[in-house]
Nanobody, 127 residues
Framework: QVQMVDSGGGLVQAGDSLRLSCAASGFTFGRYAMGWFRQAPGKEREFVAGIHWSGTSTNYADSVKGRFTISRDNAKNTVYLLMNNLKPEDSAVYYC????????????????????WGQGTQVTVSS
């Protein structure tokens, strides 16, 4: 069955960096776009970053553009999110997600476009 395991979260100070990982199994990873979402207490889950199934293009929320980098290693069935210059407002539970459509030509950004989710990893940024 499909399994996605998020890891790499933690408690850091403003300005620090973290790298999140999501190890996927149970499906043909290289045929699906992947995304990272986050959800802070009392807020909706929001799109953070996405990467094309080929790894050749990416998309970011305006709030993280220039600070976060999404990447993937299709040989390892893993997607990463490198987060630099973290801010307190980045504090949230971060979830990786797999597209519900194979070989989509674009990078989805809507929550409803993703079929499978990791369990989430907590990121807390202190000021």
């Amino acid at each position: 069955q499909v399994q996605m395991v998020d890891s790499g979260g933690g408690l850091v100070q403003a300005g620090d960096s973290l790298r999140l990982s999501c190890a996927a199994s149970g499906f043909t990873f290289g045929r699906y776009a992947m995304g990272w979402f986050r959800q802070a207490p009392g807020k909706e889950r929001e799109f953070v970053a996405g990467i094309h199934w080929s790894g050749t293009s990416t998309n970011y929320a305006d709030s993280v553009k220039g600070r976060f980098t999404i990447s993937r290693d299709n040989a390892k069935n893993t997607v990463y999110l490198l987060m630099n210059n973290l801010k307190p407002e980045d504090s949230a539970v971060y979830y990786c997600a797999a597209d519900l459509m194979t070989l989509r030509p674009t990078i989805p950004t809507m929550r409803s476009s993703f079929a499978s989710w990791g369990q989430g990893t907590q990121v807390t940024v202190s000021s």
